[in-house]
């Protein structure tokens, strides 16, 4: 489910860039106050630990041919705590990008939102949840089966939403997102099953990692992961739906019109005045000005209408990633500066 | 530990591989961003921007065949949505090519142009870090603001990829040596578990030597690097080149080209 760039316009990715580097950036700063150096190798080796677990397949169940494997998100967070676990998974989606390319640049930060962000801390205080109190097996089965299940689901419905919000689909954006579900369902059941192996391994060889005491971790109080869980939560959908609100396009394009059937009546329509002029605000100042159906030949020369606008929205192209840049650079600077004054 | 296969050409030499860093990294990002922003049905352009990382690639003397294999290796994901594009868009559109001319469906055009800009922005990216050793880059990013915390993560992970994957080399082998027959999804599910299990527990054996290696040569938690990373006359010049390439193309020869 590594989103790819092509997949997203450029406010959807410089939006969940800024959130991806600011979430990571607040993450960092707190984790830092509590780390010692020790920590750091260990961290290190879980994560090259994802790539080579990755690589450890089995054969599913009546698709004869077919193989599964590990995704490793819920076990991190379960072990070393969702901060540390967000970090360590970040870093493979990182790694992931830049080393293999798989996943875009821009798609960045959409990918660690996704993948390691989201499932880490989902999975971690589903876990949590299930397992409260005394440790026992049963419940810290049905906590991690619940917690890897419901974690990669989760981040499989940001992938549709993000794509829909940059008004790239074709496909139904319901089709979509029904597909994706359906996939990640096996997914996550294959993921919940081999966390419950691994996990029964893991008490039978090193009992205190699956209980509380492995050296590394960071102990973190309910009411910490609750408020943390809350601040993202409202993050997140604040972002989004800035970006709803600010990115009409995505939404109207997936419900409001069917370029198939230029004649069916919209779904939704913009009567209001309000939204009217955001329409016009963006087919002025868009980045990516809507394309037209009968004057996009190949070789063809664009119609008036196009040519005459055509300045204006690579402006504010230009000008709204590199705005964008600066915010991401400001934003990531800003932690760097309070972390060394705090350290 | 072979790290060979995927970024040995990072540790060539040529004026490419002697830029900064950072030049390299913005403009990559720069180009990514700039090709996504294209209309979405105009698939002559890419062409046009794909001469960028081209010549990166060429003048960093990686191989062409690496790059596209690599292509190969990550583009299911997009191939698979690219080519929903067709069934969903029927809008009859006339294409016309130099002399040619030929109806098809918008579908078919945004198809292409989706594969297109994969294309161009994977081969930017394999531009940038087969060019650019990982340290490098990494120092870079520091210094452009990622937390440093995040940065030590990315290197010892980088450091130790091929160390755990050897290790898992290893007990793969072992299990195909001992595998008979089909085991049953019961029995399959829990040998998988106890490897990856027991990989787990190698892997912290193997970071508390580690720690107690550093720790025994003074790591305090914080990266210290002999390299010092400076931009020279030199990388201004390829910014300048790049910038000019890139919106150059765009302001001036995709008006024409639509």
Not at chain 1, 308 to 326: E, L, N
Request: aromatic residues 10%; proline residues 5%; charged residues 15%.
């Amino acid at each position: 489910m590594h989103m790819a760039n092509e997949l997203l316009s450029i406010p959807v990715a410089a939006g969940t860039l800024a959130i991806a580097a600011g979430g990571l950036g607040f993450i960092c700063r707190k984790v830092r106050e509590v780390l010692t150096g020790d920590k750091l190798p260990l961290m290190g080796i879980l994560g090259a630990f994802v790539f080579a677990g990755q690589m450890v397949n089995f054969q599913l169940p009546a698709m004869p041919g077919t193989s599964g494997h590990m995704v490793g998100a819920v076990l991190l967070a379960i072990i070393l705590g969702p901060h540390l676990g967000a970090i360590v998974i970040s870093s493979v989606v990182i790694i992931q990008c830049l080393i293999f390319q798989d996943g875009g640049l821009l798609a960045l930060g959409c990918n660690v939102i996704n993948m390691a962000l989201v499932p880490s801390y989902v999975g971690y205080f589903l876990y949590r949840t299930v397992t409260a109190g005394r440790f026992s097996p049963v419940r810290a089965y049905v906590g991690a089966m619940l917690a890897s299940i419901i974690a990669i689901e989760a981040g499989a419905v940001l992938v549709p939403v993000q794509a829909a919000l940059s008004g790239v689909l074709a496909v139904p954006f319901s089709t979509f997102l029904i597909t994706m579900l359906g996939v990640h369902a096996l997914v996550g059941l294959m993921e919940g099953l081999i966390t419950v192996a691994v996990l029964a391994y893991l008490q039978q060889v090193r009992p205190d990692v699956v209980t509380d005491t492995l050296p590394g971790r960071v102990r973190l109080s309910r009411k910490s992961v609750l408020v943390t869980l809350l601040i993202f939560t409202v993050v997140i959908g604040a972002g989004l739906s800035l970006l709803a609100s600010g990115m009409p396009d995505g939404l109207e394009w997936s419900y409001a019109e069917r370029p198939d059937e230029p004649d069916f009546p919209p779904a939704v329509s913009n009567e209001d005045s309000a939204i009217a002029a955001v329409d016009e605000f963006q087919e002025k100042y868009s980045p990516m000005p809507d394309y037209s159906r009968r004057s996009s030949k190949l070789g063809e020369p664009a119609g008036e209408g196009m040519e005459a606008h055509v300045g204006w929205t690579s402006f504010a192209g230009v000008v709204g990633s590199a705005v964008t840049m600066v915010v991401i650079w400001l934003v990531a600077w800003l932690l760097r500066k309070k972390q060394a004054r705090t350290a | 530990m072979h790290h060979a296969y995927i970024d040995k050409f990072a540790y060539q030499d040529s004026p490419v591989h002697r830029l900064d860093s950072r030049v390299k990294f913005l403009v990559v990002l720069v180009f990514t961003a700039v090709v996504i922003s294209l209309p979405r049905t105009s698939v002559s352009i890419l062409f046009c921007f794909a001469v960028g990382p081209f010549a990166i690639l060429v003048l960093g003397k990686v191989p062409l065949r690496f790059a596209f294999k690599h292509i190969l290796l990550v583009s299911p994901f997009i191939l698979v949505l690219a080519l929903t594009f067709p069934f969903y868009d029927r809008t009859p559109v006339t294409v016309a090519f130099g002399p040619l001319v030929w109806d098809t469906t918008l579908g078919w055009m945004r198809c292409f142009t989706i594969l297109g800009k994969f294309v161009v922005t994977v081969l930017a990216l394999i531009a940038l870090v087969s060019t650019t050793r990982f340290s490098d880059l990494l120092a870079g990013l520091q210094r452009l603001g990622v937390p440093s915390l995040l940065v030590i993560q990315l290197g010892f992970l980088y450091r130790y990829i091929f160390v755990l994957i050897d290790s898992a080399h290893h007990i793969l082998r072992a299990r195909a040596a001992r595998a008979i027959g089909k085991p049953g999804f019961n029995t399959e599910l829990k040998v998988a578990g106890g490897m990856l299990g027991s990989l787990f527990v190698r892997s912290l054996d193997t970071a508390e030597h580690i720690n107690v290696a550093m720790h025994a040569r003074g790591f305090d938690g914080n990266w210290r690097t002999i390299n010092k990373l400076q931009i020279r006359s030199a990388d201004y010049l390829f910014a300048l080149v790049a910038a000019a390439f890139i919106f150059g193309l765009y302001f001036f020869v995709r008006p024409v080209l639509q």
